[in-house]
């Protein structure tokens, strides 16, 4: 193959001039007088290669066949296009479609980033919001009564009792807020709107839920795992039977208290030092503890002094 720049020869199966370096193209003959030996395009007139200087064979008439037929079109003005003009458009246009796949490409990858930027940021301010915002606990609806009366009852029945639910710093229950509250002056409105006498309200109260107040237990002659005092040390035998019998008594739910009043938090990370006060989640603190003391209540197997000995082995914390 003939080199367009230099003419020197080259291979066939050659790409680029082993001369000059150019690029090899398959051009399309104008004279249609081409060496049949070396490729080489000759003038018209010409009866041997400038080239090689072999004999050229095409006939005159075949070289004036070829030209007319590479003559421009009078209707259009347009003449054919060399090899080399289409190989270097058919190029372009490769070329052309590749910068647009590349571009499409690169703003497809922009669109996911942005995408992803977006999503991640969503993701993260709802972990921060889920994070740092305060959980605030629902304050479960009450349904009272229409009857003034019932509910002055039973507000007044709920004065003599603290909350049961051993989470909420003994609140009283006539103004606890926790579900537990709820549902023991739900207890107290329903056997009044059954006129029930206060009285045996407040018993059935007592025996149920527990935690009534000291200064009621000797009117009401509730037992002492019912009752609720501030300061268990300080009982009395007007309010508490010292019969041997409730000495093996098996703890109840009500007893949660007492139990609580024999330790101090024993984690070592909170400011109090009351068990019945605190309500810390540290390992070992508050929190595990009466969890442990309300389990070992459940089991409905261990009295109080061997459920405060079970705590003190397991957790420490033991007022001496």
């Not at 001369?19 to 104008?30: D, H, R």
């Not at 922009?110 to 606990?137: E, H, M, N, Y």
Request: charged share 25%; aromatic share 8%; hydrophobic share 30%.
């Amino acid at each position: 193959m003939i080199c367009n720049t230099c003419g020197v020869n080259n291979k066939e199966e050659n790409k680029f001039c082993i001369n000059c370096g150019e690029e090899l193209v398959e051009t399309e003959s104008t004279s249609g007088n081409n060496c049949p030996n070396c490729g080489a395009e000759n003038n018209e007139d010409n009866k041997f290669c400038i080239s090689c200087g072999h004999q050229l064979s095409q006939s005159t008439e075949q070289r004036e066949n070829f030209t007319v037929q590479n003559k421009p079109n009078s209707n259009t003005g347009k003449k054919r296009k060399s090899k080399k003009q289409f190989h270097r458009e058919t190029n372009n246009s490769f070329k052309r479609k590749q910068a647009r796949k590349a571009y499409s490409i690169k703003n497809l990858k922009l669109l996911w980033i942005t995408v992803g930027v977006v999503i991640g940021s969503v993701i993260l301010a709802i972990s921060f919001d889920l994070i740092f915002r305060p959980q605030t606990k629902d304050i479960p609806v009450e349904t009272k009564s229409a009857n003034p009366v019932i509910e002055a009852k039973v507000f007044e029945i709920a004065s003599k009792f603290v909350c049961s639910c051993g989470s909420c710093n003994e609140e009283p229950l006539e103004t606890c807020k926790c579900s537990t509250a709820v549902d023991e002056r739900q207890f107290i409105r329903d056997y009044l709107q059954e006129n029930q006498k206060p009285d045996d309200i407040i018993l059935a109260v007592a025996n149920k839920y527990g935690w009534l107040e000291a200064e009621f237990a000797s009117t009401y002659n509730v037992e002492a795992s019912k009752v609720w005092n501030p300061n268990p040390l300080e009982i009395t035998k007007d309010i508490i039977s010292t019969t041997p019998a409730l000495i093996s008594t098996k703890a109840m739910i009500s007893d949660r208290y007492t139990i609580y009043s024999a330790f101090n938090c024993p984690c070592g990370q909170c400011n109090k030092d009351e068990l019945r006060e605190c309500t810390c989640t540290h390992p070992n603190g508050a929190m595990v503890i009466k969890r442990f003391i309300d389990e070992k209540i459940n089991e409905n197997k261990y009295t109080i002094g061997e459920i405060i000995e079970l705590v003190d082995k397991k957790y420490g914390g033991k007022k001496i």
